[in-house]
């Protein structure tokens, strides 16, 4: 199981790396975040935590479904036993459940005492790269694998819903740590899509690291109040970079430019 984890992880993660940050660097150099790329070593470090966690994630799914612990879970494998509407609702809710877990399990994580301790890790990723998607110190790691259990032993989930649920939270990680805007203007102007979590609102959290807790959705953080107040203005300033590239579409970043924001 841990190989699993890591390997879709890793696969991921080595596909989008090689996309925006080698093969299409150059080309959309607009759409990054922040202006400038991480060092190797930030990328090896990222890395080596996010294997080890990824080990971690493994062994408490196997002792959940691997172990006499199973005959104690809400797993189900027959589909007419709960129905289709209820598949594709437990994965909806599961979603929900996770986002909440996340948003209070990160808001603990930046308590003074907690913080310089454990999430100090994740947080050194200041701009992060799709590698730092799972780089957490190992205590943290335990307590981020902690809604497997919780929805294992509490919610009736069918093995596809549990393997959808997954799959949303590896890219929704992925996404957040990109540091790559892939959202058009009209989801942030949408009155659905601000409640929406993106890449921008999780970037701003790594350069200025508080606010901005959320993982999924932007519910927890406006209702608490801890929805950074210069997020707007970091999304109207990724945007523009975006709509200006677009204006002029023959135009590419200078040799320069891309010089100094290459990854070293």
Known sequence: MPFVIFGRYFLLCSWLFGLFYLWKQRQWLFRKIQQRFPKRSDYRRELGYSALTALIFGLVVALCLGTPLRAYTTVYTDV?????????????????????????MHRLMHHPKVYRHVHLVHHKSVNPSPWAAYAFHPLEAVVEAGILPLVLFTLPVHPIAMISFITIMLWFNVYGHLGYELFPAWVYEHPLGRWLNSGVYHNLHHERFHGNYSLYFTCWDRWMGTLRTDSADKVAEVQQNIHQHKAKPCSTPSSAAVADSSPT
Request: charged share 10%; glycine share 4%; net charge negative.
């Open 80 to 104: 007419s036993e709960y129905g289709i509407p209820y598949l594709i609702l437990s994965v909806v809710l599961i979603l929900f459940l996770h986002d909440s877990y996340f948003y209070w």
